[in-house]
């Protein structure tokens, strides 16, 4: 995984000068950069909160606080292997709440599900803004590297692979039924399931549907405020901050630590399709996810130690 952003970062600043790129971020106007973060902030808060409805749903009603902190330490744990965050915010949050992991391993397995229709939404939105432009840049720089690494022979192993693992998995429980490790497996599925219900549990679904709006819509204005702080960005405007926004989510998607490399990549191309000297490009992106990863680290950090501290309390069942 690191290997990936190594490389990724490597294709990104080979055609580039580095200098450049500094100066470029140093005169950046950084009270733009700062209002970007504020944006990303309230994006995790309201993603605190979208969880907690799921999680109320499945019975419990953690406090707001410590959902919102178990979220910012999810994001630091995804700086060091990718998706690693949504298996420890679940823990995180079950040891603070005494709420069972395996129920809120559903409730994020649901909210993850939510992310990728929403971006597969801002994908859609943008080809209709942006037929033609986004159509050359999913090709070019998403698709066409995806097959160009895959071939047949690969699918087909990958296939017989995930078919063998599931008749071995099934002939185990089925042969060790009675064994202790087959009765947790199981009761941990039971508990996904609970969580994974969740979605047709919530009650205020319209209160619901306002945070996931939300949630993308600052992400948007995220990177359109960023746009300000660069000569080179200033003067984009609303269709292109969706194409730029698609892209930054696909580079964030990708299996690389905090998305680092993926990003830088596929924004600073993205940028590049708006006539963006790819100097300019790379030193938004970096500008950017850079700023972002600082709010991770010094958010993660202090969402850390305040997990950490205290008693854990017993998470009141939603009436």
Not at 97 to 120: K, M
Not at 240 to 260: D, K, N, Q, T, Y
Request: proline share 3%; glycine share 8%; aromatic share 12%.
């Amino acid at each position: 995984m690191i290997g990936l952003s190594v490389l990724l970062l490597w294709l990104t600043f080979r055609n580039v000068n580095i200098t450049d790129v500094w100066d470029k971020i140093k005169a950046a106007k950084f009270g733009w950069v700062l209002l970007s973060m504020a944006f990303a902030f309230f994006a995790i808060v309201s993603r605190a909160y979208r969880w907690n409805m799921l999680i109320e749903s499945s019975g419990y009603k953690p406090l707001l606080t410590n959902s919102t902190y178990a979220v910012l330490f999810a994001y630091l744990a995804n700086l060091a292997f990718p998706r690693l965050g949504e298996v420890t915010r679940c823990g995180a949050l079950s040891k603070k709440e005494n709420i069972p992991f395996d129920v809120l391993l559903g409730t994020v397995i649901v909210e993850r599900a939510i992310d990728v229709i929403c971006l597969l939404f801002s994908i859609a939105l943008v080809f209709m803004l942006e037929f033609q432009t986004m159509g050359n840049f999913l090709y070019e720089k998403v698709f066409k590297g995806i097959g160009a690494s895959i071939n047949m022979t690969s699918v087909i192993i990958a296939m017989l692979v995930i078919v063998g693992a599931v008749i071995t998995t099934r002939f185990l429980i089925k042969s060790n039924a009675s064994s202790g490790f087959v009765i947790k497996i199981r009761k941990l599925v039971v508990g996904v399931v609970s969580g994974l219900s969740s979605i047709k549990k919530i009650r205020n679904l319209p209160v619901f549907i306002f945070h996931t709006f939300f949630i993308w819509l600052m992400y948007y204005f995220m990177i359109y405020v960023c746009f300000f702080s660069l000569p080179a960005t200033s003067l984009l405007g609303i269709k292109e901050c969706f194409l730029i926004l698609v892209a930054g989510g696909l580079g964030m998607s990708a299996p690389a630590p905090g998305g680092i490399g993926a990003y830088h990549k596929l924004v600073s191309e993205g940028l590049a399709l708006y006539d963006v000297p790819i100097s300019d490009g790379v030193a938004f992106a970096t500008l950017l996810h850079t700023s972002q990863i600082v709010e991770m680290v010094v958010c993660g950090v202090f969402a850390l130690i305040m997990l950490g501290t205290g008693t854990s309390r017993i998470s009141k069942t939603a009436a």
